[in-house]
Every structure is written in C-alpha cells, then in structure tokens.
C-alpha cells in the first residue's frame, strides 16, 4: 500500500505562524486509526441506525468531542427503514449558534450485521467521522458539526439536522466528509496521494474559487486534488446530486463540498476493515480539509 512521509517543512512552519492557520499534530495518523479501529469493531456491530452498536457508536463520538471541551448534544429523531419500521435515529451536534453556519457533516451509520456477516464500515464512513472528530476542535463559532444518522434511510438524519437544528437559519456552505480514508482507488495509479473535491468549482472561498484555494494548499502537501468523480461528468453529477446526506441541502438551494477518496472493492462490503485505511495519507487529507476550512472562519 503506498505510503507518504507527513514532514514538517520550512513552508509548513512559516504557515503555522500565520494568523488563523491551524496547527496539525503528528499524532493524527494514529489518532484516525484509533477512532476508525473502534468504529468498525465488532462492539459497534456495523453501525446500523436503531441498533446498540449505533448507540455504543453515539456514545463514542460524544465521549470523544467531550474529552476535546466541546459541547455535544444528541438529537432524536424518527425515521423509517425500508419495511416501513420506526427508527429512533441519533444525529450528534456541536453547534456555535452562527445565523448563517458553515455545516461540516459525516454520516456515522452503516449496513451493520446481516445474515451473520458483520459490515465494519471503516472507510464507508468511518472515516469521515474520525475526521471530522480529528477537526472539530479547531473550528469556532462559524460552524455547525454534525455526525449524522440514517444516511442509508433516506438520509435521514440530514433532512432532520436542516428542518430542526437549522430552522430558521441559512447556511453558507456545506461540507461532507464521505469515505476519504483509502488509496485502494486512485484516479491515476501514478498518484495515489489524492482527494477528490466534488462542487468545490461552484463555491467561493476568501474570495477566490473553492477550487483554487484548495489547489493551492494539496500542493504544499503533495496531493492531487480533483474536481470531478473518476473525471466522469456523470458520475460527478450522479454524486454530488443524489448519493450522500448532503444531497439533502443541496435540493434546498445550499452549495455543498464533498471531500472523498472514492468507492473501491471494499466499499459497503465485509471486507472494508479499518487495517484496509492509508492513515499517512488520510491523515493529510484531513489537514487539507482542516486548512480549507478554517478560511471560512470569520475574523473578529
């Protein structure tokens, strides 16, 4: 699996030193395989929405967002699964309690067990979430944070974070996290130090294109970034509008950045384990997305 060294360079010390940049801690790579490990341990049981592995799952990102002095809350919503079953869904919250928020997403609930056979869900979307608990603590009042439920009910969760959470408020952007863990898929075999920006050309950012900031700084970390899925329009399409939870805002007129590194041969199988992850390789991807996002932070 390939590999690539996280150095702390020149460049990188210089911008650490400017005002608003965030600083990346060396540790993260294992600390993503920590948090990956345990979501997609047989203790969480898949993760499925109404189970107790979802709860053991609920618990685990509020623990971790607590132990980092952030305010969590859990909101219960009700959701129905494909035999028309009720489902209590658990969508977990850090909310800065800004009228127009950046909303930073990733969706924590998996296929689960099914015919005996445990679906560990470890970069579908175990990633996401242990990025998003990696990032978090940097991010301030501009923000809403949300781990969602019942992303495979009709993305359930999303529609209950915009109609409860967010009544009443417009967010300016919204920013899914959604299976970035792997390289097992790359675009072109010759870079598999990748990350894929899908709506990133529709969105501004410090008043430039989303795109262009965000070209500017995969390069100081030797990653390709793509603007397109798999360089197929539509498939781009396909994604951006109709798979993921923030499918769920864009319909309401909301622009959205979906971070992912793609499906491979793993994805929403028995197979997709957390030792199947490129921790060096995740790890400054969520610095990309850490660096990008604290440029919507307002200064004050």
């Given at each position: 699996?390939?590999?690539?060294?996280?150095?702390?360079?020149?460049?990188?010390?210089?911008?650490?030193?400017e005002?608003?940049?965030?600083v990346?801690?060396?540790d993260r790579?294992q600390?993503?395989?920590r948090?990956?490990?345990?979501?997609s341990?047989?203790?969480?049981?898949?993760?499925r929405?109404?189970?107790?592995?979802?709860?053991?799952?609920?618990?685990?990102?509020i623990?971790?967002?607590e132990?980092?002095?952030?305010?969590?809350?859990a909101?219960a919503?009700v959701?129905?699964?494909?035999?028309?079953n009720q489902i209590?869904?658990?969508?977990?919250v850090?909310d800065?309690?800004?009228?127009?928020?950046v909303?930073v997403?990733?969706?924590?609930?998996?296929?689960?067990v099914?015919?005996g056979?445990l679906f560990?869900?470890a970069?579908?979307?175990?990633?996401?979430?242990?990025?998003?608990l990696?990032?978090a603590?940097?991010?301030?009042?501009?923000?809403v944070?949300?781990?969602?439920d019942c992303?495979l009910?009709?993305?359930?969760?999303?529609?209950?974070?915009l109609?409860?959470?967010?009544?009443g408020?417009r967010?300016?952007?919204?920013?899914?996290?959604?299976?970035?863990?792997?390289?097992l898929?790359?675009?072109?075999?010759?870079w598999?130090e990748f990350?894929?920006a899908?709506?990133?050309?529709?969105c501004?950012?410090?008043g430039?294109?989303?795109?262009a900031?965000?070209?500017e700084?995969?390069?100081?970390h030797?990653?390709?970034?793509?603007?397109?899925?798999?360089?197929?329009?539509d498939?781009?399409?396909?994604?951006y509008?109709?798979?993921?939870?923030?499918?769920v805002?864009?319909?309401?007129?909301v622009?959205?950045?979906?971070?992912?590194?793609g499906v491979?041969?793993?994805t929403?199988?028995?197979?997709?384990?957390?030792?199947?992850?490129?921790y060096?390789?995740?790890?400054?991807?969520?610095?990309i997305?850490?660096?990008?996002?604290?440029?919507?932070?307002?200064?004050r």
């Open positions: 699996m390939p590999k690539i060294s996280i150095k702390l360079t020149l460049i990188s010390l210089l911008l650490a030193g005002a608003g940049a965030a990346f801690s060396p790579p600390a993503l395989e948090h990956v490990e345990f979501l341990d047989s203790i969480c049981a898949g993760r929405s109404g189970t107790p592995g979802s709860v053991e799952a609920c618990s685990y990102i623990r971790t967002l132990g980092r002095g952030l305010k969590a809350e909101h919503f959701c129905a699964d494909a035999d028309g209590i869904g658990r969508n977990v850090v800065g309690g800004a009228s127009d928020p909303v997403i990733a969706g924590y609930d998996g296929y689960g099914a015919d056979r560990p869900g970069d579908a979307n175990a990633s996401g979430v242990a990025a998003l990696e990032i603590p940097s991010l301030k009042g501009d923000f944070i949300a781990f969602l992303r009910m009709r993305y359930g969760g999303a529609a209950d974070l109609q409860t959470t967010l009544k408020r967010p300016r952007l919204v920013v899914n996290l959604d299976c970035i863990g792997t390289t898929a790359p675009v072109h075999r010759t598999p990350l894929i899908l709506g990133a050309k529709q501004a950012c410090a430039k294109p989303a795109s900031v965000l070209e700084i995969c390069a100081r030797d990653i390709h970034v793509y603007f397109d899925y798999y360089q197929s329009r498939f781009t399409e396909l994604f509008r109709r798979i993921g939870d923030h499918t805002f864009v319909s309401a007129g622009n959205a950045v979906v971070f992912t590194s491979t041969m793993n929403n199988r028995t197979t997709d384990g957390f030792t199947t992850l490129d060096p390789v995740f790890a400054a991807r969520v610095d997305i850490e660096e990008f996002l604290k440029k919507y932070e307002r200064r």
